[in-house]
């Protein structure tokens, strides 16, 4: 009787636990039995693992054999583990020595003829791996993600006899990672979430709407945009991740991380790019807020650190729109079934868009409009006073001026027209100020002013006499709640740190209370 074991690691949400499979060869009839809360792709392994090890020269063992994947109270998923119990078994059969550390871990999904081939949300398992010192042996398809965790030990392969020639020492690995200097950076341009477009240097007309962007980008805030179809609102919100600034070494790992566990993947290519989803108002709640059975991410959770955009909000279902609430407010999503918890951030920005009646032409000056006060009532009616509530900023879009169209890139109705360039230096230095803006927050509170909290309020929200007296008129005539009132001291600060201010004026309190709710 003989017992091998191999290091493995499960996914679980943004968490990789270490997984050792046990495999051991006793006698008795010839059986083949995966015990440990597998998966049934996992179970369908034995077929997959008997045929790779035939196929690439060696013996499949004789008699009973059972594998054990431990911890057994973790559920395990995918074709991760085809790697680890193929070498396991040749290890307890006596057919591979190995004479690399102990401390390897192994992943990889095994063709009939023994190839390697890629498995999903390797990532988070080579960021795992690299913080516990271990060595990392992956498909080669893999190695480009894994490259992203700066694991120093990482090496890639194509077959399973690769990998037995490399663990045994009579060959070198295939691909190495090197000495983890292969990751790209994140970006430096602030371009990352829309190919092409430089901020908003292509938007025409729809200055109050860009000031509500830049107002957005700058504070983390959330953005309801209300206008006619054709007004610019979906190319206004594209635009949006181009004003923010580049994610963090840390927050670049996170976002990659979360959609490593999508089941679209992570795409290297995309490293350092702020998300940006825009999912189809009949997406269901499962989809938007994360759930299903095994739990999944959802939308809301991917767009993590980046841009959530949902283009006719009233046309989404109810209950989608009111599981936003809550992540709006904290920041994360606790997702909860039968024997299942996953807790997932959701630290997004909300990015709205609709019409302002359903034939959507409501107070344009063409007069198209037919729409009687029952059915437009009803039409807003689908948004919840609540949700209303906390989206920070709301802004109206209308339809663009002939005019406007005609005029060059940036260039303002009365004034004198810049040429291209000029408009682009116009739109890079909106960004810029945006960053600077970003920076002067995490500098001051660690956090975006979206995200400040009642201490914070008090300490960084110091308002002039006058300004106190027109936030105090402000929120009568309004009929604010409390949580109005704090956004639109979280916005005025903003305000404020767009225009290097250290107390918050009139002025800043006035255009933050005229971009609150106007629905009525």
């Not at 054999?65 to 991760?80: C, F, H, M």
């Not at 070498?87 to 192994?106: F, P």
């Not at 039409?379 to 709301?394: A, F, K, W």
């Not at 201490?455 to 300004?467: D, I, K, R, S």
Request: hydrophobic share 40%; proline share 8%.
């Amino acid at each position: 009787m003989s017992i091998a074991q191999v290091l493995s690691r499960a996914q679980l949400g943004l968490d990789a636990p270490l997984v050792q499979i046990e495999a051991h060869l006793g006698a008795g009839l010839p059986g083949f039995s995966i015990v440990g809360l597998p998966a049934p792709v996992v179970r369908e392994s034995r077929e997959r693992v008997r045929s790779a090890i035939l196929n690439s020269g060696y013996e499949f063992p004789p008699g009973r054999i059972t594998v054990n994947l431990a911890p057994v109270e973790l559920s395990k998923e995918g074709g991760r583990y085809d790697l680890p119990v193929a070498l396991a078994l040749l290890r307890a059969s006596g057919q591979l020595r190995v004479r690399r550390a102990a401390s390897t871990e192994c992943y990889g999904e095994l063709g009939l003829g023994g190839e390697l081939r890629p498995v999903r949300a390797l990532l988070l398992a080579a960021i795992h791996a690299a913080r516990a010192g271990h060595e990392l042996l992956v498909p080669g398809a893999d190695l480009a993600e894994v490259r992203l965790a700066r694991h120093p030990c990482a090496f890639g392969f194509a077959t399973l006899r690769g990998v037995c020639r490399f663990l045994a020492g009579e060959a070198e690995a295939e691909v190495a990672s090197g000495a983890g200097g292969d990751a790209p950076a994140p970006p430096e341009a602030a371009v990352p979430g829309w190919p092409g477009g430089d901020a908003l240097e292509e938007v025409r007309g729809q200055w109050r709407a860009k000031r509500a962007l830049a107002i957005a980008a700058a504070g983390g805030h959330s953005l309801l945009m209300i206008g006619p179809p054709g007004s610019g609102k979906t190319m206004l919100a594209t635009r949006l991740p181009s004003l923010l600034p580049p994610l963090t070494e840390a927050e670049s790992v996170e976002v990659a991380g979360i959609a490593s566990i999508s089941a679209a993947g992570f795409d290297p290519a995309r490293w350092g790019e702020r998300p940006f989803r825009a999912p189809h108002h009949a997406a269901s709640a499962n989809a938007i807020v994360g759930g299903g059975s095994p739990l999944r991410a959802g939308e809301i959770s991917l767009a993590h650190r980046g841009v959530l955009f949902m283009d006719e909000l009233p046309e989404f279902d109810r209950r989608v729109l009111e599981a936003l609430r809550e992540p709006l407010e904290s920041g994360a999503i606790t997702l909860a079934r039968t024997g299942d918890r996953l807790e997932l951030p959701a630290e997004f920005q909300l990015v709205a868009a609709m019409n302002p009646c359903p034939c959507g032409y409501l107070g344009d000056d063409s007069g198209r409009c037919r729409c009687g006060p029952r059915r437009v009532q009803r039409y807003r009616g689908r948004i919840s006073g609540p949700l209303l509530d906390r989206i920070d900023l709301h802004v109206e879009v209308p339809r663009v001026e002939a005019a406007d169209l005609q005029r060059p890139h940036g260039a303002a109705p009365g004034r004198s027209t810049p040429g291209a360039a000029e408009a682009r230096q116009a739109s890079l230095g909106l960004a810029e100020r945006v960053r600077q803006s970003r920076a002067l927050q995490l500098a001051r509170q660690r956090c975006c002013n979206a995200r400040l909290d009642q201490a914070g309020l008090a300490a960084h929200c110091q308002l002039e006499p006058a300004a106190r007296a027109l936030l105090e008129r402000v929120s009568e005539q309004l009929r604010l709640s409390a949580r109005g009132y704090h956004r639109v001291l979280k916005v005025a600060r903003t305000i404020a740190d767009l225009e290097g201010a250290q107390r918050l004026a009139p002025g800043h309190v006035s255009e933050a209370a005229s971009l609150r709710p106007s629905i009525d």
